[in-house]
């Protein structure tokens, strides 16, 4: 795939680690021919920056990483999303934030606005007045004798964030799902810019706070890439044990509730415990339950204390106890294998065609993880496999988070054993440049993409959030399902609205 990039445009400098390339519209328009029959080159991220869309591949073949780049000065470009459906909603994004169109875009409704904001096209160079009379969202028409619509949502009965749903169906048979999102958009790429790094990073903590850490540490990563800045080998450490931390917490929450949407309350209890252990834990031996803010450029902004190290050990022995004996109560309980074995089913050429990962992905075959490929520190030092199922359904994601609990546990302890002593930050010195990294969050791959100004002003910051190729993928999984499961099978998922709503 490199060979190809450098062949059809011009390397860029000050972009790190991975290389950018600059693109002619006309080698642009190649290249989404070219992505037409090349299955294994997966999209990353689509995202634009004033008049100028990015775009990041990976060849997983290869398991390398490029970005392409093609400025726009009227405005438009050729969609991507016709070959990668993943980048549907990302253009519609561009669309309503910089005013930059996809051209034959496979769907131009908006997207993130709501024509509720104070200003149209917020990151565009002239932000045009608001629209005095907007247009109610033109939502999918019901078509078919016997068909009736369910709106439901955005406000829902649980304490979560709002998004609406809005089923077709026959009788209680889900025929086709339509989401609508962006509820709780934040402006966090326009708050992002013009800020330090230092106040940057904390927006980028908040980008979804059950993964603070990954977030974070993929925001300090596309710094120290942008910088060329380095960071004290007991800091990279100290991050793979936070993002493990995270990631049980988040895994025993998520397992959890699943069996609590399928109407056993005990597992909810149990694993509940479980992760308020992991997160009591993570406040004594980091000063915050989430890790908020810990996770900073040049390093992290604490130390492990003397006593952490017996309280983290503690914590592994205990769950590796008491997990067990729940999972087998999970796999033999036949009420709750009736709720999800075949329930929310994706097919694993959608999950591809779409890019997903984490547990949506490896629950249908798509075994990727940013940990092992491209791949980054301090994993290559570490012994751990990635759980892959092909069913595709409700039980296949409980099994994948499973499975990561018991590798997380091994890595946790495995961390411990290796943790250097050493400094735990060093000062970034700004530095003009433009970075991206990707993070694996306990939902999937995060990337991050920043450019940094000769005196540590960030421009532009790009969060992509996994759930952005997650999301599209539960209107999938419903189709054909009643409705009482959706629950079950939106738990599954457990897609992030903020991460998602930016």
Not at 256 to 279: H, P, Q, T
Not at 295 to 308: K, M, N, Q, S
Request: proline share 8%.
């Amino acid at each position: 795939m490199l060979d190809y990039l450098a062949s059809v445009g011009l390397r860029a400098e000050n972009h790190r680690p991975y290389p950018r390339f600059d693109l002619s519209r006309e080698a642009w328009a190649e290249l989404v021919t070219t992505l037409a029959a090349k299955d294994d080159w997966s999209l990353l991220g689509l995202w634009a920056d004033t008049a100028i869309v990015h775009m990041a591949l990976r060849d997983e073949a290869a398991m390398t990483v490029g970005v392409v780049s093609l400025s726009c000065p009227e405005g438009r470009f050729p969609s991507v999303g016709g070959v990668r459906p993943g980048a549907i909603r990302l253009e519609r994004t561009i669309q309503d934030l910089f005013g930059i169109c996809a051209e034959s875009l496979v769907d131009p409704r908006p997207w993130l606005d709501h024509d509720s904001w104070p200003i149209r096209l917020p990151l565009s160079a002239d932000p045009p007045d608001p629209l005095g009379q907007p247009e109610p969202y033109p939502f999918l028409p019901v078509e078919g004798p016997g068909l009736h619509q369910i709106p439901v949502g955005p406000v829902h009965a649980g304490i979560i964030e709002p998004g609406h749903f809005r089923f077709t169906c026959n009788g209680e048979t889900v025929v086709r799902l339509e989401q609508r999102l962006g509820y709780v958009h934040k402006g966090t790429e326009w708050l992002m810019a013009g800020r330090s790094i230092a106040e940057a990073g904390k927006l980028a903590a908040r980008v979804s706070g059950d993964s603070t850490v990954a977030h974070s540490w993929a925001f300090a990563g596309a710094v120290e890439a942008a910088v060329g800045a380095p960071v004290p080998p007991r800091a990279v450490w100290l991050r793979a044990l936070m993002a493990e931390l995270e990631r049980l917490a988040n895994h025993l929450g998520d397992i959890g509730a699943i069996c609590n949407d399928a109407s056993f309350a005990f597992m909810l209890a149990e694993c509940g415990l479980l992760r308020e252990k992991v997160l009591r834990t993570a406040d004594a031996c980091f000063g915050h339950r989430l890790m908020m803010d810990r996770i900073v450029p040049g390093g992290v902004a604490v130390d492990l204390p003397a006593e952490g190290r017996d309280a983290i050990l503690g914590l592994v022995r205990d769950i590796a106890v008491a997990f067990p004996p729940l999972v087998r109560i999970y796999d033999e309980k036949a009420s709750l294998q009736d709720r999800t074995v075949g329930t929310g089913r994706v097919d694993g050429g959608l999950v591809n065609r779409f890019g997903a990962g984490g547990h949506v992905g490896r629950a249908s075959g798509r075994g990727l993880d940013a940990r092992l490929g491209p791949g980054y520190a301090p994993y290559d030092e570490l012994e751990f496999s990635v759980p892959v199922f092909t069913e595709g359904d409700v039980n296949a994601r409980v099994w994948v988070r499973i499975r990561e609990v018991e590798a997380s546990l091994s890595l946790v302890q495995q961390i411990l054993d290796k943790l250097p002593d050493g400094p735990v930050h060093v000062p970034v010195v700004p530095m003009a440049g433009q970075g991206m990294t990707l993070v694996e969050s306990f939902r999937g791959e995060i990337m991050t993409w920043v450019a940094v100004r000769e005196d540590g002003i960030v421009t532009r910051c790009h969060p992509r959030d996994p759930s952005w190729f997650q999301w599209p993928l539960l209107e999938a999984a419903i189709e054909g399902n009643i409705v009482a499961d959706f629950p079950l099978c939106n738990k599954s998922f457990n897609c992030s609205y903020s991460g998602h709503d930016l």
